[in-house]
């Protein structure tokens, strides 16, 4: 079974400073997606940005962009001038690229933005 | 496009109780999904439908979990008897077809349950 890990319970940054939040996983799989979703207070999930295993290039969402380390079975999160709109939980979350598709979760981190 | 709508937002009810959740899917998404939040992790797959027909229902407690999705459209999750550790946000998900290997899952903005 997949497993995924955010180590980072919480993380705080500097309105404008940029922020990385780390994730790994474990997969026996050699296709699969990843995903960051971002859930504010009102509970909704958003997804944020998806990697592509087979891709060798990261993804990039305008201020978001990740760092997927293959090998390693790391997938980190770089959020750069942050807005205080950033603030919420993130979840790293895994899919195999075959099967029912379902996601695989981390805890989430909290991330705070002061001004 | 209207999204994933989750009724009620809130619900708390005693231990022993019954209680059901209602999700109506994005317009043509083929697939549903029911995730459990309990405070402080990710949510966890309960259920998944294609159309009318269960996917996957390996992490959904029977003995007390039921849930269906009659017409493929919309679906309803009951837990009867409820127990105090049931206390969680209920997520609905939907995404447009199995099979689509770059489609994403598009969540609604939940339930929260309290079971006192």
């Known amino acids: 079974a997949q497993t995924v890990t955010q180590s980072q319970p919480e993380m705080s940054v500097q309105e404008a400073e940029t922020v990385t939040l780390s994730c790994t996983y474990d997969t026996s799989e050699s296709d699969y997606y990843l995903f960051w979703y971002k859930q504010p207070p009102s509970r909704q999930m958003i997804l944020v940005i998806r990697?592509?295993?087979?891709?060798?290039q990261n993804a990039t969402e305008n201020r978001f962009s990740v760092n997927f380390q293959k090998a390693a079975k790391s997938f980190s999160l770089k959020i750069s001038d942050s807005q205080l709109g950033d603030a919420a939980m993130y979840f790293c979350a895994y899919r195999s690229g075959a099967g029912s598709y379902q996601l695989t979760f981390g805890k989430g981190t909290k991330l705070s933005v002061i001004p | 496009e209207a999204g994933v709508a989750q009724s009620p937002r809130y619900k708390i009810i005693e231990k022993r109780q019954s209680v059901a959740f209602w999700c109506n899917p994005i317009s043509g998404h083929a697939t549903l999904y029911w995730y459990q939040q309990i405070l402080g992790q990710g949510p966890k797959l309960l259920i998944q439908f294609q159309n009318n027909g269960v996917v996957d229902d390996s992490q959904l407690p029977k003995d007390r979990f039921s849930a269906e999705r009659l017409k493929g459209v919309d679906s309803t999750l009951k837990i009867q008897p409820a127990k105090l550790e049931d206390s969680a946000v209920y997520l609905c998900?939907?995404?447009?077809?199995?099979?689509?290997?770059?489609?994403?899952?598009?969540f609604g903005q939940g339930t929260r349950l309290t079971v006192v």
């Open positions: 998900a939907s995404s447009p077809r199995e099979g689509l290997m770059n489609t994403e899952a598009f």
């Open positions: 990697q592509e295993a087979y891709k060798q």
